[in-house]
């Protein structure tokens, strides 16, 4: 670690929105190129930097920049050099030169203190210096924020963050409630707010600490996938959080109730501690479904007639559950058709397209991801889009205060006779609510998905809440067809969902077990298995055609151990790649990666084999999954091509939204389906290495299945029914509604 100091000779880059920027220093007539975060920084200033000097691969020596001061210049070269910068809009160099002339060292402090001088110099008029005085006042004051912030740690793109956020009152806020900046500064949360808090040596015992560590625990409770915490399960956060009292607790839960932040309700045996958006989330989803439910018709002869059309000249025979699913479809003005692999949910839903489409109306298909929806759009014929493309989404990033923001509404309806949504059981509460509200009544609304899968990443359990009500139209499809019953994915599926043993002994087409009891040899084995043996059985593509799925992230069977010596044995080191070393994870060009976070507002397109540019837009989702095309290190930038065609380039400082994915969590693979299914069990958490979890991972593949490591592990989840609970009052809300 080292000082330098000297002018900004030249801004190479520099990112408005984060503060990155690459600079060159002049440095006792020495150049050095730096790169960190700078707020408002700008050539000609004189700066001291501190940090390490580096030695970039391709760039040379660099100092990487830890933290900076600004010096005003104070000869009159150095003056005039960063007045003509333009740094102060409406100063030109020929201009900044006039001043200095007129003023001399003096210049600083009269645009400060009688900016009504500077009309006196040809070019400017008295309402030209008072601009620029106010701008000049603008540029110190930034600055001295920076400064301020810097004292508790804050780093520079927070500090711009909050400084746009607050301005002038800023010092007031941080210094009154520093808890604030939790609430309304994307990516703040309540650890480092409270660190400055501590910093700033605000009691422990400060009841804006507990109020916001209350809505703390709330919000990890819904990303989490809770829309409430049971009032004793919330104490017990808080307490372990804060080491607050119990008196200050109760006192603080109530004064946030009154307030309308949260709201508390007795649900059945428990006391249910919501925040408050959550809460009228769910009454306004009960609400709307049940009034959609309310639209009914009965014409049941002639849509038998209509069956016998559509099985015709499908060449199909439908059996007695799929033709009820076509006649509540017809009759209903909501439906909800449920049923595990090989049930006939894609040839249900055909028929039931076939069907609306002979009487004329208009049919949307959408799903909960970019996969999810090609699926939809390859088994139907029918070209399906993603509920957010649907909703015309746009916004910030998820979990960042950044409200996302929908153009199709209530002012501005879905234009469609009938919607049908697939693989419901990913749908949470906030993407529910948010479709709910675009669908005007008399539409008839079809949710299709498999109940017993992996409830939604988000917060809530809508599909299996909307089937325990009891209120809504349910069409639970059980028949295994006769083209299912020779695939044992779909046996062994069936046969785990229903608590069975299954024959780990046979060796088939499409269901393997390799018995592997020892854990080095188990990784040694999927090695080998990922890099010799099925890539022959892949379809040319090996990284999209086979998927290693885990119950866990942790642990040298998890995703982040995996995904480390997958990368090393798919795609090793080489001169021919660049990489990035980002939060101590590599990230190479040909990785496998996933986003990890909703971001509303990423720019993407799609381009044509020639590289033309045919589509644009924005919005990348939790879940996609694409390949790294290109690292520049220059621009500081990473490409990835998804597998939808979306080619998408991201900051490194962005790169917190993606994570290798050559191995994903089995929660992660939801709504996905891979040719080739890769699962190694060994040990594990009983509330991880349970049914629900081995029957969502086994129906993610199309092909192939193989199950590598211990026997007595794949027994004792078929038999473990403890799932984690999830707090969800949906079911209980459409019951309270529909008594009303």
Sequence with gaps: MGKFSGYVEKIVYHNEENGYTVLILNSDEEEISCVGNFGSINEGEYITVQGEKTT?????EQIKVDQYDVEMPKDVVTIEKYLGSGVIKGIGQILAQRIVKTFKEDTFRIIEEEPEQLSNVKGITEKKAREIAETFSEKRELRQVMMYLQKYGISTAYAIKIYNQYGNNLREVVEKNPYRLAEDIAGIGFKIADDIAMKMGIASNSDYRVCSGIMYMLSEASANGHT????EKLFRKVTDLLDAD???IERNIIELAMSKKIVMKQLETRTAVYSIQYYYMEIAVAKKLLELAMYTNKANDEINKEIELIERSEDIKLDTLQKQAII????SGLLIVTGGPGTGKTTTINSIIKYFEQQGMDIVLAAPTGRAAKRMTEATGYQAQTIHRLLEISGGISGENQKMHFEKCEDNPIEADVVIIDETSMVDIVLINALMKAIIPGTKVIFV??????????PGNVLKDMIKSEKLNVVRLSKIFRQSEESDIVINAHKINQGEEIDLTQKNKDFYFIKREDQDRLLRDLLILMRDRLPKLANGNPLNDIQVLTPMRKSALGVEALNKILQKTLNPPSKDKREKEYRQNIYREGDKVMQIKNNYQMPWSIKSRTGFVIEEGTGIFNGDMGIIKEINLYAE???????DGKCVTYEFNQLDEIEL????TVHKSQGSEYPIVVL?????SQLLFNRNILYTAVTRAKQMVVIIGSEYTVNFMIGNKNEIERYSGLAIRIKEEEEI
């Design 328 to 331: 509540e479809a017809a009759n």
């Design 56 to 60: 970039h691969s391709l760039y040379g």
């Design 661 to 664: 994915s050559y191995a994903v």
């Design 246 to 248: 119990k008196e200050s």
């Design 449 to 458: 998905g498999d109940v017993d899968q992996l409830p939604s990443v988000g």
């Design 680 to 684: 190694p069990l060994l040990t594990g």
């Design 228 to 231: 409430y915490l049971p009032l």
């Design 637 to 643: 930038t990473l490409s990835i091509d998804f597998d």
